[in-house]
């Protein structure tokens, strides 16, 4: 059996997830210590078509200093600091390519790197620059923002990268890179990398950990130690299992702290301390050392390993034997907590995740990403990733409620209730009444319920004497309108006599009438006694939101039918959707009825009405012109370009009247006055723009004539024909008639317009010869190699003229017959003469057809 989470008696816990992360006993009292979910959204798309390679997780923490007043003053004292915290992920995959992703796991960016697997991605503190290296060898170093940088391809596979921390500030452009030796590229005051050899000799790298100024790196034998500052080599720390292949079983590393590495190989974790030399003890040897403060073995293999406070978080590889047959089958990876001792370690929890796949995948396969901010703990397989972090308070009462520890969840609740978020002390406690009464603990059950709000008295199937209930609403009507108001709310109306209820109310109304807590009441209850006729009322007396939905659900419209004015005073917008909505239970005429004195409203309502159909309501399109010029102008004009049932002439009218002068052109002009629209907007609006406009719009040839024979004397209206004329009229008109010695704006940058548009002409006119010419040529060889085809004629076809067999039975006899190339076929003799060309024939089926292709032939003698 295979236990999702084991432990120790002081600390260990099992949980059973919906989604089968853990495997465990449902009778289990130990309470888990870490949640999972899978990381999805984005990334399961990811994995259903590509496999993960490696992640890595960053914490971008942003520090803000503000002063409460929005400025400082250093006498005051008074300073916030505040940080933010943007974390994301950067996921590389066997095909590849490089994902950036939020926490939830959508993708945020992507980038195509190689074709083959990605073997590490490392960023720098900022989170501003990433580097990458592949199995082909490739390995790119560039900013998120811009992907200028390192890019480099190597002749062997490079496994591991890793950033200088504070890649970012221009002191500090250092990577390393580890294949089949250690290099460090540095980035000179020249702008130029330079490349040095900090190992060699012993066997492919296999991971980089690069933490402040200490570089810790594995390979074949071990792992070494490197002082970025002192540039010098401090440990060699020797592998202990030699017999495991460290391609397989790779090394893991882990800084703590500074000054912390925790090193897993295997079965073995060591936990190594650097510390400064004495000075006394230095004569050749490094200015610091490493000192292993705790060694220990474990029961399976290392696949990962983080730091959780003073303990430690290890992701294990398992194999088991088969009970079939004599082999080992790869179980499901196991994440324990341990607690590391100087030669042991205690385990605090441990779980069994049943990740995709994990049938399949291999101790070199996990990987194990954490998030110091936040203590998350990414658990990385090929085709599935899953996140643990630790329970909070409210998981912790999820848990006891469970398990119907009632009391002990209230205890928790009310201990931690400024930090708790899913639950409230008085539903616990609620829930716990509930289970003392379902258990037949009467006594226990009432003394708990003293300690509760009224609003937790019992409601569903066990229930209370309605006097009771009815009891407890008048104290509280007494004494706390609010307080009764919530309760009416919240209690089923079946609790009490709704009756008594509405009657005490009224009477306190009586003493308060304008309460609008005891109206709102009051309307509550009548809506609940079915009376919502009185309920509207109120509502609509108070002007109440809810008013609209109680129309709606308890279909009042009939009504409503005298309510409209009210209505409408409330809320325009949502009274007149709401009537539009429901034509059928009140009628256009009817609305219109209702809001005859109130122009106002009866032009927002008609309005709607014509926004959502033009022609429903046509027989008050007369009507709406005088509203539009009444109350909304700036939609008269679209009104009247829509409408095609308002009576011209009175919209003319009205126009002129009130001096709306665009409006009157638009009229004028539907009516075919163009001369008169034209002369408007020349001498009422003076705008030469819009008089070229309307020009373009009703193309006529006359109205230029006018249009330049008005703007002849005036020179700034010269300089707009010349501007916008010269794709409709010939310019050429305009510059004979101005006047010699007339001084124009702008003349010279109008006569460079009108020829460059004229070169323009030109050359569009020219390329589209070349076009017309060139399909021209292209279809005439089309024709001409398709009229040079032969053309199969045997016995089954026949004379056009007359319908016998075209080829004659006796091969061997001379015949004539004429093929023409729209196919049909002749005899020579049976073709009449060829007329008044000699030699020239016609397909007489064609000819009668009046079709070109019949007048060529082919012609076959034998």
């Known amino acids: 059996m295979i236990w999702g989470i084991l432990g120790n008696k002081n600390n260990s816990w099992k949980i059973l997830l919906r989604d089968c992360f853990l495997h465990q006993e449902e009778d289990s009292e130990e309470e888990p210590k870490l949640k999972y979910e899978r990381l999805s959204n984005g990334m399961t798309e990811i994995l259903q078509n590509d496999a993960a390679s490696c992640m890595t997780v960053h914490d971008k923490v942003e520090v803000m200093i503000h002063h409460p007043q929005g400025h400082f003053r250093v006498s005051s004292g008074l300073i916030y600091i505040t940080f933010v915290s943007f974390q994301f992920l950067a996921l590389g995959t066997h095909f590849g390519k490089v994902f950036l992703l939020d926490i939830q796991g959508n993708i945020t960016q992507k980038f195509e790197i190689s074709s083959v697997k990605i073997n590490q991605i490392s960023l720098d503190e900022s989170g501003e620059h990433v580097g990458i290296c592949s199995e082909d060898g490739k390995v790119q170093v560039f900013g998120l923002y811009t992907r200028e940088g390192f890019h480099e391809n190597f002749d062997c596979p490079i496994k591991v990268v890793a ?332 609790l009490y006599n709704n009756m008594a209820i509405v009657q005490a109310v009224t009477d306190h109304l009586k003493r308060d009438p304008t309460n609008s807590t005891l109206l709102t009441t009051l309307a509550e209850l009548y809506t609940y006694d079915q009376r919502y006729d009185r309920a509207l009322e109120i509502y609509l007396r108070l002007r109440h939101k809810d008013v609209y939905q109680l129309i709606h659900k308890h279909d009042l419209f009939s009504s409503i039918e005298d309510k409209i004015v009210l209505l409408m005073d409330f809320d325009k917008e949502k009274a007149v959707d709401m009537l539009l909505d429901n034509e059928d239970k009140i009628s256009v005429n009817k609305v219109v009825e209702e809001l005859a004195d109130r122009p106002e409203l009866l032009h927002v309502y008609l309005h709607k009405l014509f926004k959502r159909d033009h022609h429903k309501g046509q027989k008050y399109h007369e009507r709406q012109i005088g509203l539009y010029a009444e109350y909304d102008r700036p939609n008269l004009l679209p009104f009247l370009r829509d409408s095609t049932h308002c009576p011209l002439e009175k919209a003319l009218e009205i126009c002129q009247q009130r001096n709306f002068v665009e409006e009157t052109v638009f009229l004028l002009s539907r009516m075919g006055n163009c001369r008169r629209a034209l002369q408007m907007i020349m001498e009422e609006l003076a705008d030469v723009d819009k008089a070229i406009e309307f020009a373009k719009d009703q193309d006529d040839a006359e109205l230029w004539d006018d249009l330049i024979s008005y703007s002849i004397d005036k020179p700034p209206f010269i300089t707009g024909l010349l501007n916008n004329i010269g794709t409709h009229v010939d310019p050429i008109l305009l510059i004979r008639r101005i006047k010699e010695g007339m001084e124009i704006p702008n003349l010279r940058d109008s006569l460079v317009k009108i020829l460059h548009d004229y070169n323009l002409q030109i050359l569009l006119r020219e390329g589209c010869k070349k076009i017309l010419v060139a399909d021209s040529l292209s279809l005439l060889q089309k024709m001409h190699r398709t009229q040079m085809r032969g053309v199969r004629v045997d016995e089954e076809n026949i004379c056009e003229s007359c319908h016998t067999s075209i080829l004659p039975s006796d091969m061997a006899k001379t015949f004539n017959v004429v093929v023409f190339h729209c196919r049909h076929m002749f005899h020579k003799e049976c073709l009449p003469s060829s007329g008044t060309i000699p030699g020239l024939q016609f397909c007489n089926i064609c000819s009668a057809k009046r079709r070109g292709p019949g007048s060529g032939i082919l012609e076959m003698k034998k």
């Not at 509930?434 to 708990?448: C, E, R």
């Not at 709000?453 to 569903?460: D, E, K």
Request: aromatic share 10%.
């Open 163 to 494: 950033l200088h921390p504070q890649f970012t500030r221009s002191n500090y452009k250092q990577f390393v890179t580890g294949g089949n030796k250690l290099l460090l590229y540095e980035r000179n005051w020249l702008n130029r990398w330079k490349t040095s050899v900090l190992h060699e000799g012993e066997g492919t790298i296999t991971n980089i950990k690069w933490r402040a100024n200490l570089i810790a790196w594995a390979n074949n034998v071990g792992v070494k130690i490197y002082d970025i500052s002192t540039k010098q080599r401090i440990t060699n720390v020797l592998r202990d299992n030699v017999s495991l292949r460290p391609d397989m079983y790779p090394c893991s590393l882990c800084w703590k702290d500074n000054t912390t590495l925790i090193v897993g190989w295997g079965s073995s974790i060591k936990i190594c301390a650097v510390k400064e030399r004495n000075p006394t003890e230095m004569r050749d040897l490094p200015s610091r050392y490493v000192e292993i403060v705790s060694a220990f073995e474990t029961e399976f293999f290392i696949c990962g390993l983080a730091p959780l406070a003073d303990q430690l978080v290890t992701l294990f590889f398992v194999k088991e034997n088969s009970d079939q047959m004599d082999e080992e089958l790869c179980a499901r990876p196991r994440l324990d907590i341990i607690q590391p001792l100087p030669e042991s370690c205690e385990e605090i929890s441990s779980d069994a995740l049943t990740v995709r796949n994990f049938q399949d995948n291999e101790c070199r396969d996990y990987r194990l990403e954490h998030s110091e901010g936040e203590s998350l703990f990414y658990i990385i397989s090929p085709k599935d990733i899953v996140v643990a972090k630790e329970r909070d308070q409210d998981d912790h009462i999820d848990w006891l409620v469970q398990k119907k520890k009632y009391e002990e969840a209230l205890m928790a609740a009310e201990i931690s209730f400024k930090n708790i978020k899913r639950h409230d002390v008085q539903k616990i406690g609620m829930d716990y009444i509930n289970h003392l009464v379902d258990t037949g603990d009467y006594d226990s059950a009432l003394k708990q319920r003293k300690c509760l709000s009224p609003s937790y008295l019992p409601r569903g199937d066990l229930r209370l004497r309605p006097a009771i209930y009815e009891m407890i609403l008048h104290e509280f009507l007494k004494t706390d309108y609010e307080g009764f108001a919530t309760l009416i709310r919240e209690w089923p109306g079946d």
